[in-house]
């Protein structure tokens, strides 16, 4: 749990701040702004115009001052928005960022410690016996190859979306990679032998606990940002307009300012599990893995595809693990 904290700290400092401390209005009155200075902006150009003749301003000058318009609009909605949040009142601003930290540690713990029977409310079942003999003997072979002196509790999702999953104290397997996703034989055993592997190391380096860190810390986007992914999943258009017009604050930060900052580390965190699984031999089987799944760990939700998007694209990893040519 300390090193998922320490791997995604930082990540998870800025999810802090974007979710508890007032950026959502921020971002509001930014765009507001930038909206009301384009307004005004073509407004005046059409006026001058008017005023001067149709040959006196040009399309051109014109959309320029519309722009200008809209980035004068911005920087005052900007610095008005910080200064507000930061400057006029810092502790409002402390107390809300101190609030936030106390809700995301409290949610954390309760989490992990609650964290099986909150799996199996979301379905998720035990291994029968056929199940455990085989993942069991693979998943204790791999943990003496990676270094490992414990294995984490393992659990079945019968969820045909779901390959692996990590969480802080388990292991989700989806039933579809015993099925005939990868085939049966030694061919498929080697595969599954390569995924459990991969998702071993992970657990292992703390990867479950910091993406949980990082979602308690964005509590109040995660909800926002899942509730606008299931409106425009929906198929009506309507109901997807309105929940884009109510939501897409969340959207932005998410998207714009939450995910790439994630990805720096999870990027380079996926290519040392890669390198870790390929130094146990399981590089060829890891290889073909990514190429006939994909992603191994994807997302069920709107946020858990967020992170899953965090990984680095299929082709480098796949490239990564060959041979120098």
């Known amino acids: 749990m300390a090193a998922g904290v320490r791997r995604r700290g930082a990540a998870a400092a800025v ?18 702004d930038a909206l009301t200075g384009a307004f005004l902006s073509a407004l005046g150009a059409s006026i001058s115009a008017a005023l001067i003749g149709g040959n006196g301003t040009s399309p051109g000058g014109a ?33 809300a960022l101190c609030g936030g930290l106390l809700v995301t540690l409290a949610l954390l713990a309760a989490c992990v410690a609650l964290e ?74 080697a595969v599954l032998d390569a995924v459990l592997c991969h998702g071993l190391h992970h657990w292992a380096a703390g990867d479950g606990t910091g993406d949980l860190l990082i979602r308690c ?15 425009t999943e929906q198929g009506n258009g309507l109901i997807a307009l309105v929940g884009w017009l109510v939501l897409w604050p969340a959207w932005l930060l998410v998207r714009l300012i939450i995910r790439p900052i994630v990805a720096v ?20 089987a890891l290889h073909r893995a990514l190429s006939l799944l994909g992603e191994l760990e994807p997302g069920q939700s709107g946020w858990d595809r967020v992170i899953a998007a965090t990984h680095p694209p ?12």
Do not use: K
């Open 116 to 189: 099986p029977r909150l799996l199996r409310l979301r379905g998720c079942r035990r291994l029968s016996r056929r199940e455990a003999s085989r993942v069991m003997p693979l998943l204790e072979v791999e943990a003496a190859d990676l270094g490992l002196a414990s294995l984490p509790l393992v659990l079945m999702a019968d969820g045909d979306d779901l390959r692996v999953r990590v969480c802080a104290r388990h292991l989700i397997i989806g039933r579809s990679l015993l099925g005939d996703e990868i085939g049966d034989g030694p061919a498929g055993d």
């Open 63 to 95: 959309a320029l001052s519309i722009v200008g318009g809209v980035l004068r609009g911005a920087a005052v909605g900007l610095v008005s928005s910080v200064v507000s949040l930061v400057v006029d009142e810092p502790l409002q601003f402390l107390a």
């Open 15 to 32: 999810t802090l701040v974007c979710a508890w401390s007032g950026v959502w209005l921020a971002v509001w009155l930014l765009v507001a």
């Open 265 to 284: 580390a999870s990027r380079d965190q996926e290519y040392a599990t890669d390198a870790a699984v390929a130094a146990t031999g399981r590089g060829e």
């Open 217 to 231: 810390c964005g509590l109040p986007l995660v909800v926002l940002y899942n509730a606008a992914y299931r409106l």
């Open 314 to 325: 299929l082709e480098l990893r796949l490239e990564a693990l060959e041979p120098p040519a």
